[in-house]
């Protein structure tokens, strides 16, 4: 029960932010994205309060804490005087659903854990009692640290380990997944018919995150104490509210997508680049003009960069994945985000603006061409591991899914923004077979390798596309060519 | 005009997704295989992070666990050697933990087949610290499965490797 009411306080705290841009972006988001909103500011607060000196550590967590929840509710407060009756039962409402399955995944407990989340537990609950992330400098340099500060929640409320966050991250991206694909499916014009209610586009975008959410290794990973599902539900969150501030002309989403995109990349040590990439992407394609824009991919590399650099003074021999060098390359490459975006929206590349996406996809994809020209053994062992991955029974029939439904979006009307998942999956591939060759065994091709956990990151994203581009109505609304 | 193909589509991946996913899950057993039981939770809390290696707390707290099951066996996969105060640690840990169970002998032979395992005997008990198993790391995990034991938990021995001296 005591990791039940730490979850309703972080989705609490998430409602604060959720809520008071409701008025734009809906009820139904400002709940289903309010725990995930949550646990990144936990995240936020507790990254902040370790730069401080060791001995302000826990003062420091506790005025962070309550400074974000205090600019949180000074908003929330003011925009619940002005909610109607109505409004207000539906949050309540709301509230107590996420209070049930909070409380239903705190008394059971369905985790699934293997090494990997000894090292995310450990070191959370190291980091939260010591609040020394040097001496933590073998496991910080090696995997991500977003779910190591999740699991430092345990010791402020004396649990083992949280063993609930990961199925309520899950429900909550599913929840998020059908409240924007519906707001989606419906601003692309495909309206119901007067005098009927839009259950037809409810409930194809339930019927495509059931479809998304079905495979037996989904399943797993909704319960395992890991990285991967929580990356792929942030990454979701991130493209699906970038592409609705293009599809519903609001701004109001843009804050979300770049927080979201944050909290994708602080979940392995890789993933900023990918969140580069996507963030480049979407700067790039989208036709708006918003000083979110402008700035967003400035915030990015603000929080990025600097967390990189403190890790690469980390690097040591401990260290397996980030050495210094690697480190460079992706702070390299979130640095070069907000430049790029800046000089192909309104500097002197703007003429190479529609042709940043193919880039997107084509560097990765020429370094995977050499790759296999300079580490043929390498990559021989990377490939025949992503194949094994694509058809192992544990994904059931999801990739092949992927790949028709693929197809057909080729002869569907083009979405506005679409770039951002056709591009944006194909470059991500390219550099899980990139990060593969950066290995020195490749893929092994089992279940729990890192190369198809990484997978499970374009599931989301790829459904949420077939989502909204396929199963609309013929004739209509014609989006803009963008 | 609507196109229906696409819900329709959906639902034929739902359903295979749900008889693949029954199949795989009868036919080579659940992720679940490797959850830790909820007996284990009060030992987890017991285990007071020990200033300053995040390691060592691990360690401590997978041998809670095991100790909570009834003494399972613990494997080492390493690609380092063990040094002189990790396994003075180690064995400090293992008394402290009254071992009760026997070690299965199935999976003795079948480690040693599998990594030729170094057989270290510590308080009366073997430690089997298999050398090399990286890559794949999967392979003590098969032998998990193969033995359907939620007893076997896996530490790195890299990491093992590290404790040496810092932990007290």
Same mark, same amino acid.
């Given at each position: 029960m005591t990791e039940a009411v730490l979850h309703a306080l972080l989705f609490g705290l998430g409602l604060t932010y959720t809520l008071p841009a409701s008025r734009e972006t809906g009820l139904p988001f400002a709940v289903a994205a309010a725990y995930p909103v949550g646990l990144l500011l936990w995240v936020v607060a507790m990254l902040a309060s370790l730069v401080a000196p060791v001995s302000l550590f826990p003062a420091a967590l506790t005025v962070g804490l309550a400074l974000l929840a205090g600019v949180g509710l000074a908003r929330t407060l003011s925009t619940l005087r002005q909610t109607r009756g109505g409004a207000l039962g539906r949050l309540a409402a709301g509230c107590a659903g996420f209070l049930l399955a909070a409380i239903l995944f705190s008394e059971l407990n369905l985790a699934v854990l293997t090494v990997d989340s000894f090292t995310y537990i450990g070191a959370g609950r190291s980091l939260a009692t010591f609040a020394d992330p040097s001496a933590l400098a073998g496991v910080l340099t090696n995997v991500g640290v977003f779910q190591v500060l999740v699991q430092s929640a345990s010791i402020p409320i004396g649990v083992? #380990?949280? @063993?609930a966050a990961s199925p309520l991250l899950a429900v909550s991206g599913i929840a998020c997944f059908v409240v924007l694909g519906r707001r989606g499916r419906l601003a692309l014009g495909d309206a119901p018919d007067p005098?009927?209610?839009?259950w037809r586009e409810t409930a194809i975008v339930v019927l495509a995150a059931v479809a998304m959410a079905s495979p037996y290794f989904m399943v797993a990973q909704a319960l395992y104490v890991h990285t991967n599902y929580a990356a792929a539900i942030y990454l979701l969150l991130a493209c699906a509210t970038f592409w609705l501030a293009e599809v519903e002309d609001r701004d109001a989403w843009l804050p979300f997508a770049f927080a979201f995109l944050v909290a994708f990349s602080l979940q392995?040590?890789?993933?900023p680049v990918y969140g580069a990439l996507f963030a480049a992407i979407a700067c790039a394609e989208t036709s708006r003009q918003s000083r979110w824009l402008r700035w967003g991919p400035w915030l990015f590399a603000l929080v990025i960069v600097p967390w990189y650099a403190y890790l690469s003074t980390l +690097? +040591?021999?401990? !260290? $397996?994945?980030?050495?210094w060098d690697r480190a460079l390359f992706v702070m390299t490459g979130v640095a070069a985000l907000p430049v790029v975006a800046h000089l192909v929206r309104s500097?002197? =590349? $703007? @003429?190479?603006r529609p042709w940043l996406a193919p880039c997107a996809v084509g560097l990765p994809l020429a370094a995977v061409v050499a790759s296999v020209a300079f580490v043929p053994e390498r990559m021989e062992k990377t490939f025949s591991g992503l194949v094994s991955h694509f058809i @192992?029974?544990?994904? /059931?029939v999801t990739w092949l899914a992927i790949l028709l439904l693929g197809i057909a979006t080729l002869r569907a009307r083009p979405i506005p923004l679409g770039r951002l998942f056709s591009h944006g999956g194909a470059a991500s591939l390219c550099l899980i077979a990139l990060t593969g060759a950066a290995? =020195? /065994?490749? #893929? @092994? /091709? /089992?279940? !729990?390798?890192s190369g198809n956990r990484m997978l499970t990151h374009l599931v989301p994203v790829a459904f949420f596309f077939f989502a909204v581009s396929l199963?609309?109505? $013929? =004739?209509g609304h014609e989006p803009s060519s963008r | 005009m609507r196109a229906w193909w696409f819900p329709a589509a959906l639902c034929v991946v739902i359903l295979a997704n749900g008889l693949l996913a029954f199949r795989y899950v009868r036919e080579l057993?659940?992720?679940?295989?490797y959850r830790i039981t909820a007996r284990s939770d009060d030992s987890l809390a017991a285990a007071v992070p020990a200033r300053p290696a995040a390691f060592g707390t691990m360690i401590r707290q997978l041998l809670a666990i095991q100790s909570s099951l009834g003494g399972a066996v613990l494997m080492v996969p390493t690609d380092l050697s063990l040094n002189a105060t990790s396994l003075q640690l180690f064995a400090r840990l293992e008394i402290q933990q009254e071992r009760r169970a026997p070690i299965d002998p199935g999976v003795a032979d079948e480690l040693e087949a599998e990594s030729d395992p170094a057989h270290l005997l510590l308080a009366g008990r073997r430690l089997y610290?298999? %050398?090399?198993? %990286?890559?794949?790391?999967t392979a003590p995990l098969h032998l998990i499965e193969a033995h359907g034991s939620p007893r076997l938990f896996v530490v790195s021995g890299a990491r093992l490797d590290r404790l040496g001296g810092s932990v007290r």
């Open positions: 083992p #380990y949280l @063993h005098g009927r209610g839009p392995r040590l890789e993933l +690097s +040591s021999e401990e !260290t $397996r994945l980030l050495a500097g002197v =590349a $703007r @003429h190479l @192992h029974p544990a994904w /059931g290995r =020195a /065994g490749g #893929y @092994h /091709g /089992g279940l !729990t390798d199963g609309r109505a $013929r =004739a | 057993g659940p992720m679940a295989t610290v298999a %050398r090399d198993l %990286r890559p794949p790391w």
